[in-house]
Structures are given as C-alpha cells and as structure tokens.
C-alpha cells in the first residue's frame, strides 16, 4: 500500500494499494461496507462460497462483477478500441462462478477478452507477463506481445483461445472428457447460438459420453448479437427452456434480471445496474445460488445449462447492439466513458477486498491453478513398430497408417480418433476394428460399443473440434477426414495450431489424416473433388508449425505418422490415397525426405539435358512414371523427385518459425535443394493446388513450370480425371519439350 491522490477521482483517497495505479476515478465505500466489507470471504482455507444465504456472500460478488465492469472499460478506453458490452452483461455469472471456486473457464465468445483480462489481472495471473497494475493493463491491452484483442492461450490462465464463433464449446468438452471431476464453465453469447455446431456437437458428444457432464454452457442472453438484435431475443423463457431441454439437456437454470427490476425498464431485458442496490443483492444473491445449482447438477452426471438474462452492455457506456465495441470517439475522455467509469468506481478498500478474493478463490491465481498450466502426463507409446513392403507392391497407404493408430490406440486409451465419414470408407477399417465406434448400440457387425476410442459425428467441425481440442488440452488424437470437406473442420483446426505457436507449454501435435483424394473419385464428382484446401495449407505453412505431408506410398506413411507422434505443438496433416498403389520408397528415403523435403525416386542413367519432375502426391505419380519411356526417348535425363515435406523446402526467411514457441528452424540447405532440384528445367506435377509447389518454385533457378488440378468432373475413371486436368502422360510430355526446346 502506499498514498497517494486518484488523478481525476471523485473522493481524496489516501493508502491506495500499488495495483491500482491507472485508476483515473475511486468511489466512496458502498452502503453497509462496515458490516460485509471489512474482510474477504475466501481465502487460502476457504477457497469458495459455503453460505450463499449470508448477505456478505452477494455484496463481495457484486463487488467483484463491478470491479470486472470498470476494469473492462478503463482498459478498453484507454485504446478505444475493444468489446465491453457481451462481458458487461454477464459479469454476475462469472463473478459467480469465480466466487464458487470455479477457474477453469473457457469462453465461445472472443469478444468477452477483456472481462477475462480483467479477471487474470484480479487475481495477479497477468503478473507472469509483467502486468502488475492498471496502467500495465492499459498500456499492454491490444498490443503486440500484450493482450490481445481476442483470447489465446499465450495469456497466462487462459485454457484455450477463442476467436470465430461455434468453437468454444469444443475447447470445454475436450477438457471435460480428460478431467472428470473439473467443472468447465464456457461462455456462449445468444448471438452466437445461431451457429449450428454448438447445438449438436454437445448432443452428440452427450450420446457418445453419456457421463461426462462436467462441461457447463453459461448463456449470455442479452437480446443483441454484434450489431443488432440476436435472433432468438424474441423467445420467451419458457420458450427458451424448451429449446435446451429439446436439444437433451436435463436441467436448465434461468436468472432473470427483469425480475427483480425496480427501476421501471421498459421491454424484455434490463440493466440491473440500474436497480436499488437492495436489489441489486437480491439480483446476485439469485445469480450465486443458480449458479451453485447449475455447477452441483453439472458435476453429478446432468447434461445442465445455466441462463442469465440481462441487457447487453449492462453497466457500461451504452446499452444493447451499441455496447458491442468502442469506436474512434471512445476515448477515457469521451462523456459517456467518463461517466460509466465514475458509476462503477470502486473505493481503494473495495479494490484490495476484490483483489484478495480473487487471488484466494479457487485455491490460486488461474495461471496457477487451471488445468492447462500443468503438462497432461501421458502414457509411453513406446516403439511403434513399422511394416516394411517390397518396392513394387501394391498396398494401401491408409491401411498401413491405420495398424499404427489401432497399436497407439491400445496403447493409451485417452487417445480418440474421429472420423465424420466413417473410417471404412477411407482404408481404414481396421482402426474401427481395433478400438471401436463410440456408440450406444453394440453391434459387432459394425464394430460399435458404448466405451470404444473412435467419435463419428456427421460433422467435420465437431471431428476437428474434440480432437484438436484434446490436443490443445495435452492429450493425443487423430481428425480422419475426406480431403473434400476437411474445409468444414479447418477453421478450429487452424485456431488451435495458432495457439499452440504461442503455447507457454508443450503438448501433441495435432495430426490429421486426409484420405479419398480428388483423383480418387471420380464417379462421385465434383462435389468430392475439392483439392483446394491443399491451397489453404500452402498458405498455412508460412506460420512455422504448420507441416503438411504427401507420403507416396505404405512405407512412407507409416514413417510420415511414426514423426507426428515425436513431435509438440504443431499442426500436422497427411494426405494419402485408399487406393492400392505401389511401394515405391524405403523407410531410410522417407526419413531423409522428413528432413530435407524430398527424395529422389528415379533418375535416368543417361541422356542429355535433366529434367526434373517435382511430384506432390501419390496417384499423381502414375502419369508422370507412364511419361518416362517417352520422356528418356526423347533424349532427356529424367529425375524424378517425391516432395514430402515442402515446408522443409521453403527458405528459413519465409516462414515465421522463430516466432514459435516450440521452433523448429529446419529446411533444407542450398546443397540438398540443388541436389534434389537443379537441372535444365523443372516441371512440378501435382493432382491437387499448386500452391504447395511454391517453395521448389521459390527457389529453383532453372526454367520451370507446372501442371496442377483444375476443377472436377464426374469421370469414370482416375485416369479420365486426371485426362480432363490435363495430367497426362503427353501432357507432361509436351510441357516437358516446351522447357527444353
């Protein structure tokens, strides 16, 4: 504690406590401070509420919702810039569920940021980062290596990030399928509601996991979304209780605030800041003990919601849609800034309560107490052994990748694979044979029983979602899907690899098995012919944890998938065929393409002026291997070149490696690229997007070129696809004889 005059405050304020410094307006003590003020209710030997009837109870939690209140918008003021509204509705809930003992809170909303900066810097997580006062908190808000507009885990006590809405609730059941007896708490705002996945991925997850419970959606039901009303504002509450118990859920608890509204607001949702403080405390009073109800039916085995119903932007500078974000105007001097700050200001003896509640409340700052700031111990995999084929036999790729993740699979059994199309459909039935469809129905005939390792909802989002989520949570998983509409999974997919660039902890990769091909289908056409999420990787590998592989074959899979295993906080994703195609590489070749990028399948022993043939992909390599006689015929030296692992090939300045928290500085060095890629001219050949090419046409010399997939048509064959992309043995022939002439 030291002295000092608030700058700008509303009384003389003497012995302010140091945190506080960049509180431009302290309040006077609230009515009865003699009376629940004079000591924090937790502590280090009570962590959380007991008495919920005890007046003290409900006056420390308002407390600590307006202490959220102001700190959101002195931070956000200070760059006006930020989103106090969707928060400021639902502080009650929150400061109830921090009150109870509850951390490990996890949010839908990227939008609520600041609430939880506020919260993390209450209960002095945001030290671990430098933040030790207010004015840390404003100068650090929304900017680079600071706070961020929208959460991430690089923020110490944060569990996952959240960014595009219909993600959160995946971050919440992933956690809660690994810690059983933990509460998740997630925020859902009811703008984002309107997103389909939320409400059936839980419905599904609940089928599959019928006693997993312990994930708790706290709905902030305010009547807005971002800027207008929320399309389900005009429910009633009956209506909005059936819509939950309609979608499986056993107890829904609703607090309203406009039942205890004695300030005469007009229309469905108010401002219980407005109210008598008396009934203020009636209002939080109901808020804690909904709360402990919702938490309680939660953790014993009820699938359970809870809803508060208040004005969006409640107690902050503007009510509704318009409370959403602070524009340019928006200053700390902006009349409206000012005056919600000097209505929510706190005395300098309420900070240090709320400041020693927070601290206190479920044994520790967040940073130190929630369940992602510990490494998930796991257990050893082991050797994995691999199943060497002859060169020149025909095997499934994904079978052979499949044996391995049956054997990981019994190997630890918090490992789950997931898979929307089914994994028979993608040579990899055996998986399903080995650790079983989740499912509430045993059937043999199906490989389905109620504890089994494998999760097949019909949707790619809900696939991506838990098992990049079990990831992110430290644990082990694999996403299967059809390269044709992995796209609908992608968007937390790539949220999750973006946190784990930043993570302040190791944990698994997260690694995906992209099978069924554009060239693979054929009778199905267009609609399963959609190579162009390739391009979407291209992009992604600039980030730095970003590895995309294009083994050519059985041997080379099994090794491509033996390195995900070894490695932390990257994304990895696998694209191979269901189709028998032949062995064309050792396991030496594809650990030496691992490292380098590629390896060289063929070259002629003789001829004239080279021609290299850089290949991604594995089908594709019919064409260019029926190419070959012609290709030597015509006199010239043909190498032909597998790339694997293109992120190895880009230049170190071209990918944001050294900004990861787990680096990994390899590529392949101007000797290995020569060796593998300099000749007269160099012709890249894949069956999918170009852009994974971009590095070997980054950095080769010589004249160049390249065939790539076009679009999709239905075909009756592989061979008549690849005719209509112009990926033909002649094709590469006369494209060849272009380069060279």
Not at 281 to 300: C, D, N, P, T, Y
Not at 417 to 433: C, H, K, L, R, Y
Request: charged content about 15%; some cysteine; proline content about 5%.
């Amino acid at each position: 504690m030291h002295s000092r005059v608030g700058s700008g405050s509303m009384t003389a304020v003497t012995s302010v406590p140091r945190f506080c410094e960049g509180i431009q307006y302290f309040g006077n003590d609230w009515p009865d401070w003699d009376r629940y003020g004079q000591r924090p209710l937790l502590s280090t030997q009570q962590p959380a509420l007991t008495d919920l009837e005890a007046p003290e109870a409900a006056y420390q939690t308002l407390l600590y919702a307006d202490a959220l209140r102001y700190l959101i918008l002195q931070m956000t003021g200070s760059k006006a810039s930020g989103h106090p509204g969707g928060f400021a509705s639902q502080a009650e809930a929150y400061a109830a569920l921090v009150m109870l003992g509850h951390k490990n809170i996890i949010t839908e909303v990227g939008h609520h940021a600041p609430g939880f900066y506020a919260a993390l810097f209450l209960d002095r997580s945001l030290e671990k980062m430098g933040i030790y006062t207010v004015q840390d908190l404003r100068d650090r808000f929304r900017e680079k290596h600071g706070l961020l507009g929208h959460l991430s885990g690089y923020i110490p006590g944060v569990l996952a990030p959240a960014g595009p809405l219909g993600q959160g609730q995946h971050f919440a059941m992933a956690a809660a399928w690994l810690h059983r007896q933990t509460l998740f708490p997630f925020t859902l705002g009811d703008g984002g509601l309107g997103e389909p996945y939320v409400m059936s991925s839980m419905a599904h997850f609940h089928t599959a996991f019928p006693e997993v419970t312990n994930f708790l959606p706290v709905l902030v039901w305010n009547g807005f979304s971002q800027e207008h009303h929320s399309m389900v504002s005009r429910k009633t509450n009956p209506e909005m209780m059936a819509y939950w118990h309609g979608n499986g859920f056993q107890e829904v608890v609703l607090v309203d605030a406009k039942d205890f509204d004695d300030s005469g607001q007009e229309g469905d949702y108010v401002d219980s800041t407005q109210f008598s403080f008396g009934q203020r405390l009636a209002f939080v009073q109901a808020v804690l003990k909904g709360m402990q109800e919702a938490a309680r039916s939660a953790l014993a085995g009820n699938l359970t919601v809870f809803i508060l119903k208040q004005l969006k932007g409640a107690g902050v500078h503007a009510k509704g849609a318009k409370s959403h974000n602070l524009y340019a105007q928006h200053t700390l001097d902006n009349p409206d800034i000012v005056n919600a700050l000097k209505a929510r200001a706190l005395s300098p003896a309420a900070w240090e309560l709320v400041r020693q509640n927070s601290v206190a409340a479920a044994g520790g700052p967040a940073a130190e107490v929630v369940v992602t700031e510990q490494v998930l111990d796991l257990p050893p995999l082991g050797e994995i052994a691999l199943e060497a084929y002859a060169l020149g036999e025909s095997k499934v790729a994904t079978t052979a990748m499949g044996r391995m993740v049956a054997e990981v699979g019994q190997r630890d059994r918090r490992y789950l694979v997931t898979n929307a199309d089914g994994n028979e459909a993608s040579g990899i039935g055996n998986i399903n044979q080995a650790l079983k469809i989740i499912h509430p129905t045993t059937d043999p005939l199906y490989n389905q029983v109620p504890n089994g390792q494998v999760y097949e909802p019909l949707s790619e989002d809900a696939c991506a979602g838990l098992a990049a989520g079990l990831c992110l949570m430290g644990s082990r998983s694999l996403w299967c899907s059809y390269e044709s509409f992995a796209i609908n999974g992608l968007p937390i997919w790539q949220t999750v690899t973006q946190a784990m660039a930043e993570l302040r902890r190791p944990t698994p990769s997260t690694v995906t098995l992209f099978t069924a091909g554009a060239l693979e289908q054929g009778r199905n056409g267009w609609t399963h012919q959609r190579p162009e999420i390739e391009a979407y990787y291209g992009a992604l590998l600039r980030n730095g944890n970003i590895f995309v592989l294009f083994p050519p074959d059985a041997n080379s899979i099994q090794v491509c998938y033996r390195w995900a295993l070894t490695t932390q906080n990257k994304g990895i994703a696998i694209f191979a065929s269901k189709t028998p195609l032949p062995v064309r590489t050792t396991f030496a070749q594809t650990e030496q393409a691992l490292n380098e990028g590629a390896v060289t399948l063929y070259e002629s022993a003789s001829g004239g002026s080279t021609l290299v043939l850089a290949v991604l992909g594995d089908m594709i390599l019919q064409p260019v291997y029926s190419a070959l006689p012609q290709l030597e015929q015509l006199g010239y030296r043909v190498r032909i070149v597998s790339v694997i692992n293109p992120r190895r090939l880009y230049r170190p300045m071209d990918v944001a490696w050294h900004t990861c928290a787990e680096p990994d500085g390899g590529f392949a060095d101007e000797t290995t690229f020569q060796r593998l890629f300099d000749g007269d001219a160099l012709l890249g050949v894949t069956g999918g997007a170009s852009a994974l090419l971009e590095p070997v046409l980054l950095r080769a010399t010589c004249p160049r070129d390249l065939l790539a997939w076009q679009r999709g048509e239905t075909t009756a064959s592989a061979a008549e696809l690849m005719a209509y992309n112009g990926l033909t043995p002649e094709a590469i022939c006369d494209r060849a004889r272009s380069l060279l002439k």
